[in-house]
């Protein structure tokens, strides 16, 4: 299937690739959902909504900072190192992303669409200002923002909508000729409903998981396997038939 994939690669002007968890699992980041994913031992009620962040902003901060610190010590794989490859082969390539962990950044995407937020941001919705802040761990918590208010981490949780980059992910899907999604349970709405979107407008669906998801009956192809090994398969070696040029 991989070689038949690659050609679609090829071919496509546009690609675009959803990633989730499952793409930063292979530098030690947890995932949510499955084996030791965080939502195993964490609630979001209490901790991944605006209610929780409302009751009790210590406690919240405490287990992003965790994160944070976590994060601080990884370093981006060969999965999203082969996104970095594939965009700079296809202009025609959007990267989105579902993770807040920095890690496309880091490998050297130039502008992930993160439909989620991102970790390393802070936000003050008193004033409306928000700003970079890679310290790890925070020197106090809660951190604050220069108007005295209590910041936020710059993510978005559960029961909140998504920023303007959604109206940017769903035009990306609907011209995408190849969608890939990567690393995802396909769980989590609305960044779920991007690949039937994609697939309603034409797309083939090429999907990379070690796992099933309610989207495998709906690919066109359901790469079994880790991202950190067969992305790289499917870009390197395209790259060497110069397949992605088309
Ligand atoms: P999940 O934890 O729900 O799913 C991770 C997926 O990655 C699973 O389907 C695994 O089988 C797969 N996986 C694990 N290791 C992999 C590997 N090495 N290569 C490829 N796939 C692998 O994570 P998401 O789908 O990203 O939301 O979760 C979606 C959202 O739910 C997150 O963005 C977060 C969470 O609550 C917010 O924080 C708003």
Redesign the pocket.
């Known amino acids: 299937m991989i070689p038949t994939c690659r050609q679609w690669i090829g071919a496509a002007s546009s690609v675009v690739a959803l990633t989730?968890?499952?793409?930063s699992?292979?530098s030690g980041v947890p995932?949510?959902?499955?084996q030791g994913?965080l939502?195993k031992n964490f609630k979001?009620e209490d901790l991944?909504t605006p209610e929780a962040f409302a009751r009790d902003p210590r406690l919240v901060w405490e287990w992003y900072d965790w994160r944070r610190t976590l994060l601080a010590q990884v370093e981006p794989n060969s999965?999203h190192r082969a996104l970095v490859q594939l965009e700079a082969a296809k202009p025609g390539f959007t990267l989105i992303t579902?993770?807040?962990d920095g890690l496309h950044d880091r490998a050297g995407s130039r502008r992930p669409l993160k439909l989620?937020g991102d970790i390393w941001r802070l936000e003050c919705r008193q004033c409306g200002r928000d700003w970079p802040d890679r310290r790890a761990p925070l020197p106090k918590l809660p951190p604050r923002c220069g108007c005295g208010a209590i910041a936020r981490p710059g993510?978005?949780?559960?029961g909140e909508p998504l920023g303007e980059v959604w109206a940017e992910a769903e035009h990306a899907a609907r011209t995408a000729e190849v969608f890939l999604i990567?690393?995802?349970?396909?769980?989590?709405y609305p960044?779920a409903s991007l690949a039937p979107i994609a697939k309603a407008a034409g797309a083939r669906l090429i999907e990379?998981?070690?796992?099933g998801?309610p989207l495998s009956a709906h690919a066109d192809a359901s790469l079994r396997g880790?991202?950190?090994e067969v992305l790289p398969d499917l870009v390197n070696v395209s790259r060497r038939d110069e397949s992605l040029d088309g």
């Not at 995932?31 to 499955?34: H, L, M």
């Not at 993510?155 to 559960?158: D, E, L, M, T, Y």
């Open positions: 989730g968890a499952g793409i699992a292979e995932t949510f959902r499955g994913g939502w979001p991944a999965g579902q993770n807040v989620h993510v978005v949780w559960f990567v690393g995802t349970s396909s769980l989590v960044a990379i998981n070690p796992e998801t880790l991202a950190g």
